[in-house]
């Protein structure tokens, strides 16, 4: 087996996945990459490369030079700043997959994993218990380009044999990083606004739920379907991946159980809209069935990781 490549190491999940691994697999195992010119990760052991995912050739000589086998493609534009950047998220979150999967089909990879998102769904995509298989019909560049990807994916795999998988998140709350232009961040930004201020003004209106997950069981997730046994995978685009549903109102209530003073207010922007188009609820059967999954973190359990991680990392 040759070492793992984790693209889009500095961001929210690159940053825990590379320490997840290199507790997995020895820090010597993974090779972690970003486009900024030093890893942005305190007390990092693993190896760091400064790599643009769209700059194919460098990106094919650390593959060789590193005796690379497994790459993570976390490298992407997310939902809120895609829409003010449109070619560039595009180019980044497809062009980016397709270097991968070249490289793939042409044996230099063994495995990929790429992530997709909630937002391939749209305004017409059932909002409850929203089945693996249904309409996809995305209304902004991210989910696009998510769902162009799952079916690059499939086709991949169909047709060349590459052994892609994916996995749809939700939004993924995590207190070692900052937001990083999702429409889910608000759930994010509540806690430091809870602990540094008393008050926090919601881009996303009070009654608009949202599937989430927290970033230990997300990154769970992502590990487990990595090793599961490529014949237990009935899905080949990506599967669907919950854990918990809340709407600003309903976490900001449980945070008021620790700091009773919180006062939050509602200013919905474009980002609302976007929520709007998403699911509530979503059904992840297929993956409890083919490889297990199972979340551990309920709210209450998340909003005392998440108040204790902020106060006791200095991440505030």
Same mark, same amino acid.
């Given at each position: 087996?040759?070492?793992?490549?984790?693209?889009?190491?500095?961001?929210?999940?690159?940053?825990?996945?590379?320490?997840?691994?290199?507790?997995?697999?020895?820090?010597?195992?993974?090779?972690?990459?970003?486009?900024?010119?030093?890893?942005?990760?305190?007390?990092?052991?693993?190896?760091?490369?400064?790599?643009?995912? #769209?700059? %194919? !050739? @460098?990106?094919?000589?650390? /593959?060789?030079?590193?005796?690379?086998?497994? =790459?993570?493609?976390?490298?992407?534009?997310?939902?809120?700043?895609?829409?003010?950047?449109?070619?560039?998220?595009?180019?980044?979150?497809?062009?980016?997959?397709?270097?991968?999967?070249? #490289?793939? %089909? !042409? @044996?230099?990879?063994?495995? /990929?994993?790429?992530?997709?998102?909630?937002? =391939?769904?749209?305004?017409?995509?059932?909002?409850?218990?929203?089945?693996?298989?249904?309409?996809?019909?995305?209304?902004?560049?991210?989910?696009?380009?998510?769902?162009?990807?799952?079916?690059?994916?499939?086709?991949?795999?169909?047709?060349?044999?590459?052994?892609?998988?994916?996995?749809?998140?939700?939004?993924?709350?995590?207190?070692?990083?900052?937001?990083?232009?999702?429409?889910?961040?608000?759930?994010?930004?509540?806690?430091?606004?809870?602990?540094?201020?008393?008050?926090?003004?919601?881009?996303?209106?009070?009654?608009?739920?949202?599937?989430?997950?927290?970033?230990?069981?997300?990154?769970?997730?992502?590990?487990?379907?990595?090793?599961?046994?490529?014949?237990?995978?009935?899905?080949?685009?990506?599967?669907?991946?919950?854990?918990?549903?809340?709407?600003?109102?309903?976490?900001?209530?449980?945070?008021?159980?620790?700091?009773?003073?919180?006062?939050?207010?509602?200013?919905?922007?474009?980002?609302?809209?976007?929520?709007?188009?998403?699911?509530?609820?979503?059904?992840?059967?297929?993956?409890?069935?083919?490889?297990?999954?199972?979340?551990?973190?309920?709210?209450?359990?998340?909003?005392?990781?998440?108040?204790?991680?902020?106060?006791?990392?200095?991440?505030?």
């Amino acid at each position: 087996m040759g070492k793992k490549l984790v693209i889009g190491s500095s961001g929210q999940i690159g940053v825990e996945l590379t320490e997840q691994l290199a507790k997995d697999f020895g820090a010597n195992q993974i090779i972690a990459a970003d486009i900024k010119s030093v890893l942005n990760v305190k007390n990092s052991v693993v190896e760091y490369v400064t790599l643009d995912i #769209l700059d %194919k !050739e @460098k990106l094919f000589k650390i /593959i060789k030079e590193h005796n690379i086998s497994e =790459v993570y493609l976390l490298a992407a534009m997310l939902s809120a700043i895609a829409e003010k950047n449109i070619q560039l998220a595009w180019d980044l979150n497809i062009k980016g997959l397709f270097n991968i999967l070249d #490289l793939a %089909k !042409e @044996k230099h990879i063994e495995k /990929i994993f790429w992530p997709s998102s909630i937002a =391939v769904f749209g305004p017409t995509s059932p909002k409850l218990n929203t089945p693996q298989s249904t309409l996809l019909d995305p209304t902004t560049v991210y989910g696009i380009s998510k769902m162009s990807g799952e079916r690059w994916c499939e086709y991949y795999f169909l047709k060349f044999g590459v052994d892609v998988r994916s996995l749809r998140y939700p939004g993924i709350l995590s207190y070692k990083t900052p937001p990083g232009g999702g429409t889910t961040d608000y759930a994010i930004e509540i806690f430091h606004a809870a602990i540094n201020h008393g008050f926090y003004d919601s881009f996303i209106a009070k009654e608009v739920k949202l599937p989430m997950v927290y970033i230990e069981d997300a990154i769970r997730a992502t590990t487990e379907i990595m090793q599961a046994d490529r014949n237990n995978l009935s899905i080949n685009s990506s599967y669907n991946l919950a854990a918990i549903s809340f709407n600003p109102e309903e976490i900001a209530n449980e945070i008021k159980l620790i700091f009773p003073e919180f006062k939050i207010s509602y200013s919905p922007d474009f980002r609302n809209n976007i929520a709007l188009s998403w699911p509530s609820i979503i059904d992840d059967s297929f993956a409890r069935k083919d490889w297990g999954w199972k979340h551990d973190f309920d709210l209450k359990k998340i909003i005392l990781e998440m108040v204790n991680g902020i106060k006791n990392s200095g991440f505030n």
